[in-house]
Every structure is written in structure tokens, then in C-alpha cells.
């Protein structure tokens, strides 16, 4: 159950002002539609985070415990330090429903958005550090739910009471924490 709990703390707190976040914001507000936004969170994020988890138990398999150790530890610095910089959301990716209706848009917008982003990153790097697999994907799916759903159901007065430099500090000595944690275990 380790792996599940890490991977959900560590998701929830990379999500903070993450551009997701955002992007849960502008679709709230646009189709003020919650129920199928967060499925379509729900839907995106759970391919997203289970092709990035596979990914890094793979590396995992190549990789040495020692090697993975430092890399895990290099990897979580690298978040904390990440954190600092906010983050915007890309026009792209905040599609238009279209003919497709909301869930399909939020499905498309997430998936687009997660790609190459903090949280997918850290699943990659936690499923390379953690087993099972699946607890690493459904714990890092928890983490994005937990950050957005209530950003999607409160919209922009949620929002807009967080001090996101706070936030984003805390989260990024959060990580820095981690890593060291990691580094001397």
C-alpha cells in the first residue's frame, strides 16, 4: 500500500497550480458541466499515468537498485525545483467541446496537457521506484482527482483564494524533502 500512498500524496502536491489545475478551471467555467469533466479527468488520466507507469517499470527492469536509487532522488530535486516555476495553460490545449460533447473535450484537453507534465513525469519515476504497478497508477490517478475535482465542483472562487506561491513552495520543499529521504534510505 506504499506505493499507492506516495504516489497519491506526491500527484496531489506536484498538481498545485499545476497547468491542469488551470485547465480544470477554464472547462468548469466554460461547460459548467462537472460530472462529465471529472470523468473525463478520471478517463484521461488513467491513460495517461498507466502508459507513463509502464514506461518506468520498464526502466526499472534495466536499471540497477543503486543507479535507480540516485535517479529516483535526482528526479524528485528536479520536481522541487520544478514547482517553483508556474505554470500556463496552452491555448490547444483547452479544446472546444465541438460536435464531441464535454467529456470527449475533457478527455482530449487532459490527456494533451498531462503529456511531458510534472505528474507524469513522477508516475514514470515512481513506477520505476515502486510495485506494484497498478497501485502507482491508480495512486497517482487519486493524486490528479484530489488536486482537480475540486477545483472543476468550486470553480474560480476555489481557486482564487489559494496563495499559489505558497502553495507551490511548500510543495516544492515537499519534494526536496523526498528526495532527500530517498537519497539516505
Known sequence: MQALFVSTAAVALAEIGDKTQLLSLLLAARYRQPLPICFGILTATLLNHALAGGAGALLAHWLTPELLKWIV??????????????????????????????????VFAFFLAE??????????????????????????????????????????????????????????VLFVLLAVWVALR
Open 73 to 106: 532522488a535526482a528526479s524528485l530535486l528536479a520536481m522541487g525545483v520544478w514547482m517553483l516555476i508556474p505554470d500556463r495553460i496552452d491555448d490547444d490545449a483547452a479544446a472546444s467541446s465541438g460536435r464531441h460533447g464535454v467529456f470527449v473535450a475533457s
Open 115 to 172: 503529456m511531458g507534465d510534472k505528474t507524469q513525469v513522477a508516475t514514470l519515476v515512481l513506477a520505476a521506484q515502486y510495485q506494484p504497478l497498478w497501485q502507482v497508477v491508480i495512486g497517482t490517478t487519486l493524486g490528479m482527482l484530489l488536486a482537480n475535482v475540486p477545483v472543476v465542483w468550486l470553480g474560480a472562487r476555489f481557486a482564487a483564494r489559494l496563495p499559489m506561491r505558497s502553495a507551490h513552495a511548500a510543495a516544492a
